[in-house]
């Protein structure tokens, strides 16, 4: 249980850092977002994430349908919560986005690092080390979707953008099909793959997008 929570929790709270440090101090002189609805929605994407995992375990992993519809369910589940009123076409949504995002992932990877690690005997290093692997994949993907889902409020497209973190989720998901069907060795090639894209997706939301976001309100509404 400790082993899973340290997999799942430690680098979701990493990344969060990484992501929301340079729009609040001391890194800027004015906050982009209130630390309370951030935290907020960190904790309402666990919940989320957990509730989400749960249902996940009854369906056969390696089957394209579970994974098409849970691409589809994970970030119809962030937009649910992202589209209320109070967020609609507000900067700090984004924020709020991410922040949701790494929530679920932090749960959902824990949950995965938890579960498959009670289907192993006595896990080695290279169990945990794939098992390490899943856990930061989550994490990365939906910071980079719920990311992409804030965006979308953000910007009056939700809709537009669910789309885009749907086909991310998705691709994700067909890559790790291999994997989840033990068929060796494409499963490593697929893994790999399916963990450079969540990186790279996540990298450019919270290294180009984001950033590119926050300066042209900063322009517009001069903030």
Not at 118 to 124: F, H, Y
Not at 182 to 207: E, H, K, N, Q
């Amino acid at each position: 249980m400790a082993a899973a929570a340290a997999l799942g929790i430690g680098p979701a709270l990493l990344l969060m850092y990484v992501a929301i440090s340079p729009y609040t101090y001391p890194s800027t002189d004015k906050a982009f977002f209130e630390d309370r609805k951030l935290f907020l929605l960190f904790a309402v994407g666990m919940v989320a994430g957990v509730v989400l995992f749960s249902s996940y375990t009854w369906f056969p992993w390696s089957s394209i349908l579970v994974a098409a519809g849970y691409a589809i369910v994970l970030e119809l589940v962030k937009l649910i919560i992202m589209n209320l009123p109070r967020f609609q076409r507000r900067l700090d949504s984004v924020f709020y986005g991410t922040s949701l995002g790494i929530g679920m992932g932090a749960t959902f990877g824990f949950g995965l690092a938890f579960y498959t690690l009670t289907l192993a005997v006595e896990p080695g290093i290279t169990d945990y080390a794939i098992i390490s692997i899943f856990t930061l994949q989550q994490v990365l993907l939906h910071c980079g979707t719920g990311a992409t889902i804030g965006e979308g409020v953000v910007r009056g497209y939700p809709f537009e953008f669910l789309a885009q973190a749907i086909v991310v989720n998705l691709a994700f998901q067909l890559l790790m099909l291999p994997v989840y069907s033990a068929d060796y060795p494409l499963g490593y090639a697929t893994l790999a793959a399916a963990t450079a894209l969540v990186a790279f997706y996540c990298w450019s939301m919270i290294r180009r997008r984001m950033p590119a976001l926050v300066a042209q309100a900063v322009k517009q509404y001069r903030l």
